[in-house]
């Protein structure tokens, strides 16, 4: 018998999109809240991107809203209103990533809410948050990237470089999640529910603070260097006879190993490795000793021998390289779950934190368009009758 997660009882309505909103109520939904995602009647942009389904369901909309009911809403008919208050005095936690704007127009605004559920909490995500000079403008992951400085510093010299991973969004989600969870523990002691505030630029700023802290105290300004770390060397990809790797070493025993390993131990006495920083800057002579102890090694034998010696390294996988390594199949990383119109299991991440006594689980599938709006317009207290002429009015 599966147990209860920790959040069981606790009900989410996620009016978010794409990924910052609905990955913030999907972590929630893993640990066992009850989160009913509200989809548009032709369903949202975010279900339709990247198809892997006949239906067109995209992978990341698959991976994203696992664990959450799905009800479809048109909220410019005259019935929506009552039906997101009945959503909202049903609610502990409303997540949307919706232009401030927008949410008041809805109903779904933190002053609104309160109005119906004095002890609600509004998870809001926006990409510059609700108040400053850029407060109404909008933007994705990528827009907060570059406004970090982190494309300028991304990819080899040139043109500034995303990341193909958006950080920003999932950081955001992350921080948000967290947020909700410390709300939800405030309120338990005091009653009062808040506003939770993430933005994908505070989250980009967040993790580029390293380096805005050297420019800012030290006046240096990083570029570019392609996939060679700032701070310390050996710490870079290197070419093997079938395919690359990644070496990352910080620390003066570490550079000491590995030195030893490639046979140039003459380099552990030497006042331009006697630093991560000066390694860093005298990479050039690094990244020759590391070229010639590769020469005629397969990634194989080049991790093994690394490993061996104790410094970090990793094959750089491409994406069926990741489906087949065993260690993420040794750990359960990914589950291949069976979507409606998909020709075969679709993989999505098992979730990735880990509790002993109160672990996250996969309990049901992403939802199909409005799969639960019956559902749950019941346990709003609606009748078959209400319901019928919802969808006879185009309302659901």
Not at 340 to 350: D, Q, R, S
Request: aromatic content about 6%.
């Amino acid at each position: 018998m599966e147990l209860a997660g920790p959040l069981s009882g606790i009900r989410v309505i996620d009016f978010g999109r794409f990924i910052a909103g609905p990955y913030c109520a999907m972590l929630l939904a893993d640990m066992g809240a009850d989160v009913v995602r509200i989809d548009r009647r032709q369903g949202s942009e975010d279900r339709y991107t990247g198809p892997v389904t006949q239906h067109g369901e995209g992978g990341a909309f698959i991976s994203l809203n696992r664990n959450k009911r799905s009800l479809t809403l048109d909220p410019s008919k005259p019935e929506a209103p009552d039906i997101i208050r009945r959503l909202a005095a049903s609610a502990d936690v409303v997540v949307a990533n919706l232009p401030v704007a927008v949410m008041r127009k809805m109903g779904i605004d933190y002053e609104t809410l309160r109005a119906i559920r004095p002890d609600i909490i509004l998870a809001r995500v926006s990409t510059f948050g609700p108040d400053g000079p850029y407060a109404g403008r909008v933007g994705f992951d990528t827009v907060a990237q570059a406004m970090s400085g982190a494309m300028r510093l991304t990819g080899f010299p040139g043109a500034p470089v995303r990341s193909a991973v958006p950080f920003a969004d999932y950081g955001t989600a992350l921080h948000t999640a967290f947020g909700v969870v410390v709300a939800l523990l405030h309120r338990a002691r005091t009653g009062q529910g808040q506003i939770v505030d993430g933005s994908l630029l505070a989250t980009s700023v967040t993790f580029m603070q390293a380096l805005l802290a050297e420019a800012s105290v030290m006046g240096i300004v990083r570029e570019q260097r392609g996939n060679a770390a700032f701070y310390s060397a050996p710490a870079d990809t290197y070419q093997t006879t079938d395919g690359w790797i990644v070496v990352q070493t910080i620390g003066a025993d570490m550079f000491a190993r590995w030195a030893r390993l490639v046979g140039r131990q003459d380099l552990i006495g030497d006042e331009r490795f006697s630093t991560d920083l000066s390694r860093a800057d005298s990479r050039a002579i690094v990244t020759d000793a590391m070229k010639r102890w590769l020469a005629g090694k397969t990634t194989a034998e080049a991790i093994a021998a690394l490993q061996s010696a104790r410094v970090p390294a990793g094959p750089v996988h491409d994406l069926p390289d990741v489906l087949e390594d065993p260690q993420v199949s040794a750990r359960g990383m990914l589950e291949y779950i069976d979507y409606p119109g998909a020709p075969k299991p679709v993989p999505i991440a098992a979730p990735a934190l880990r509790l002993s006594s109160t672990p996250a689980s996969i309990r049901r599938r992403a939802p199909m368009l409005g799969e639960h709006t019956g559902e749950v317009l019941r346990e709003l207290g609606y009748s078959s009758g209400e319901i019928a002429e919802f969808r006879a009015n185009q309302v659901v």
